[in-house]
């Protein structure tokens, strides 16, 4: 008989075992071993026990057969792993740079099996006559508990161990010696965890309007058609694209397919399960990483057993094992935290575009703001655009205001709420309508201006801003250059130049402090590190129990709130001058978002933004919901300066306890990077040099093709391979950041 080998990934996290072991399967195993299980081989010289991957099964030895191991055996007891899964792994590891045992990591969140949940019941085997003597009998020899518990079971037939013991207060020694006398036998149910808190209130579809139809026919008639595509749905805030959403779903429950619903915040989780439940029930799930171990590994299980249609949660979600898989939707595609930040550094949108290639899914990618890189692939037809361009139920955008603080300033207001938005605080309040305050701090990074005339400290050569350092010295992270903390605004002349900061605290303090009456609830990570505090926020803000939502980005993606008809936006500056090329992007997507938020019903919306660059592309574009104006400017922008989506990013990331071997290790790979003839900056030191005594340097590579960046990062793979310092040097690849270094 033809021998049969297995490829199999050792499970050690580390950079030495990143590579296929090949062992003999013994006939005894031939008939049960699969791609993508679990399997235990003796590893090294000592033969100890390890489990891997097998990843390949083949009759080919690729060794001398003297040094072919026998496998030992298949590890049944931890949950299976589909062979695509590890097709996917495999993938991520080309495309971003990792081990192969980091990447099976991420596809394979939930390994270990955990104890299932067990219910018990208690049930009644007499028949009643019978039962009616004995309770009797108890009565009659004052035995009160089991005559209590006969009564109930008598009525019921059948009760919970939890009624049996704490509401009629029933010991364990009375059931069991009344299962030993044949009255009463006890029965035990498996169930699964409940993650969600959300109760199911069953409703009818909403009517689609013509245009949403028309896009929902359009998906049907592809999918029918055995087209599987990329949508980007572009629609504006409150235009309705959830029903969009609801209404493919429903095509794939009829087709028998499942669907994962990515969304890019825990915080987005209360609203999002409760539509999704009002339409389709407990066959939602979701998973996220407030929920225990035990919790995700059981909705993992329902989602290997179908016994759900639909998976709602964060970039992890992407990985459920859904045997039958239609249809990826990424809500807010547009976001940040689809990019992980741990090491694969991949992108939820692009692996779940290959997922679904290798499924045979659709994915559908929404957002009022898509990202840059996106829009270009669906205005080039890479993706198949669909636009909604008015909000639905007849509902009107919100009337924006741009309030400039440099005005106020002059104007002797120093309180951080300009007058026309303090003016609409107080006129809600009386109203009784509700009102969000966003904080806009995301890419805040020490960023240096002038309050007087709004100018901010740029670096002349990259057009990103400087970032202030600790004794006086402003930097640029894309070039290394260097200046001095200016005394005076070196465009006005003002001394009233420095760093820029606010914090929600401040903002909730003030609020409580000008406005008494009113009741505010804060939403940060501060507030939020409960397990269920997000639900518990958005539930309370949702049924009005307060005035005032302030908040940071969590607050402004995706939630609908009837009765918010004003939005004040604090400080739209702190994201438009990151040091970061994507700033405005961010700024005109936060700003967008935030605006979205009110007027979403009956009463209509106004909005306040408060900055001291009004006349910014972003800001304007923003406040008047123009994607369109706002992708040509900042596309134009990025053609000029070679940035994404125009040229493609690759960072090298260095990391050491040891600076001098981190700086050569850096510049040893930047001299082989010079030599590939590819367009580079640095190295340089990341904008933390050093975080809790580890330091840290990148190297920024851009090409026009992504391909050959890729082929850069396994030309620098195999280079780290031989060298010395590679112990000593932990060295990360993250194609097109998200986020500064």
């Known amino acids: ?33 699969n791609v993508g299980q679990q399997v235990i081989v003796p590893f090294g010289r000592g033969n100890k026990q390890q489990k891997g991957f097998v990843v390949k099964l083949g009759s080919q030895s690729n060794y001398d057969e003297s040094k072919i191991k026998d ?19 495999y993938w991520i590891r080309e495309n971003y740079g990792s081990t192969m045992i980091q990447a099976l990591r991420t596809v394979l969140p939930v390994q270990d099996k955990m104890k299932q949940k067990v219910k018990r019941f208690l049930v009644l085997e007499l028949d009643p006559v019978h039962g009616l003597a004995l309770l009797e009998e108890y009565f009659s020899k004052h035995y009160v508990a089991k005559a209590r518990l006969l009564a109930e079971l008598l009525d019921c037939g059948r009760i919970s161990w939890e009624i049996a013991t ?44 013509e245009k949403q139809q028309e896009i929902v ?54 609203q999002t399960v409760k539509r999704f ?143 026309k938005l303090y003016e609409l605080i107080q006129d809600r309040l009386n109203k009784k309508e509700q009102i969000m305050l966003f904080l806009n701090r995301r890419g805040f ?62 903002v909730e303090s003030a609020l409580l402090k000008e406005f008494p009456q009113a009741k505010v609830l804060r939403m940060d990570m501060d507030t939020t590190r409960k397990k269920h505090s997000y639900d518990e926020i958005l539930a309370a803000f949702s049924n009005d129990e307060a005035d005032i939502l302030v908040g940071t980005q969590m607050i402004v993606k995706g939630h609908d709130f009837a009765n918010v008809t004003l939005v004040g936006i604090l400080a739209a500056d702190l994201s438009l001058h990151s040091n970061d090329y994507r700033a405005g992007e961010r700024t005109f997507q936060l700003l967008t978002q935030a605006a979205g938020r009110a007027g979403r019903a009956e009463k209509p919306g106004e909005v306040v933004i408060q900055t001291y660059s009004p006349d910014h592309y972003s800001i304007v574009t923003a406040s008047q919901q123009d994607y369109e104006e706002f992708y040509r400017q900042e596309m134009g922008y990025r053609t000029m300066l070679k940035y994404p989506p125009v040229y493609q990013m690759l960072v090298v990331f260095f990391a050491s306890l040891d600076e001098e071997k981190c700086s050569q290790m850096a ?3 930047a001299e082989i990077v010079k030599g590939c003839k590819v367009h580079f900056i640095g190295p340089s030191e990341a904008t933390f040099a050093k975080i809790k005594d580890v330091y840290r340097q990148v190297l920024y590579i851009k090409e026009p093709e992504y391909e050959t960046l890729v082929r850069m990062k396994d030309r620098l793979e195999e280079w780290l391979e031989q060298s010395e310092l590679k112990k000593d040097v932990m060295v990360n690849f993250d194609f097109n950041p998200m986020n500064s270094y």
Not at 178 to 199: A, C, Q, T, W
Not at 241 to 265: D, F, H, N, R, S
Not at 488 to 496: A, I, N
Request: overall charge neutral; glycine content about 8%; some cysteine.
């Open 445 to 506: 990074a020490g960023f240096v201006s002038c309050r007087s005339c709004g100018h901010v400290m740029g670096c002349s050569h990259c057009d990103v801003s400087l970032t202030y350092h600790r004794g006086g010295t402003l930097k640029c992270h894309y070039c290394g250059h260097e200046e001095e903390m200016p005394k005076v605004c070196p465009q006005c002349g003002s001394k009233m130049i420095g760093t820029f900061g606010l914090g929600t605290q401040k």
């Open 1 to 33: 008989m033809e021998v049969m080998y297995a490829d199999i990934i050792i499970n050690i996290s580390h950079e030495a075992l990143d590579r296929v072991f090949q062992y003999r399967v013994p006939l005894s195993l031939r008939e049960k071993i």
């Open 166 to 209: 704490k509401k009629l207060k029933i010991g364990k020694s009375t059931i069991d010696g009344m299962e030993r006398d044949g009255i009463l036998r006890v029965e035990s149910e498996h169930y699964f965890r409940n993650p969600s808190k959300v109760p199911i209130e069953r409703k009818e579809a909403l009517p689609l309007n």
């Open 277 to 419: 439940t009002s339409r389709f029930g407990d066959r939602v799930s979701i998973l996220n990483s407030k929920m225990s171990k035990g919790e995700r590994y059981d909705q993992w299980l329902r989602a290997k057993e179908g016994k759900v249609d639909i998976m709602i949660g964060p970039r992890s979600a992407l990985f459920v094992p859904f045997e039958n898989l239609g249809l990826i939707i990424i809500d807010e595609e547009h976001e940040g935290s689809y990019k992980s930040e741990q090491t694969p550094r991949y992108h939820a949108r692009e692996v779940a575009i290959e997922k679904a290639a290798m499924e045979h899914a659709s994915v559908i990618l929404g957002s009022a703001t898509p990202s840059i890189e996106s829009y270009q692939k669906a205005l080039d037809g890479t993706y198949k655009l669909w636009t909604l361009k008015e909000r639905a139920k007849d509902a009107v955008l919100p009337e924006v205001y741009i309030e400039d603080l440099r005005e106020e300033l002059k104007a002797g207001n120093r309180s951080m709420f300009s007058r």
């Open 71 to 89: 496998m030992i055996g298949i590890e049944e007891q931890l949950v299976s792993v589909e062979s695509k899964m590890i097709q996917l792994a």
């Open 217 to 270: 026919d359009d998906f049907i008639c592809d999918y029918r058609g055995e087209q599987r595509k990329t949508y980007l749905l572009h629609g504006i805030t409150g235009s309705g694209k959830t029903e969009v959403y609801l209404a493919a779903i429903e095509e794939m429950i009829k087709e028998g397919k499942q669907t994962i619903v990515l969304i890019p915040e825990i915080a987005l989780t209360y």
């Open 667 to 669: 510049q040893r790979a």
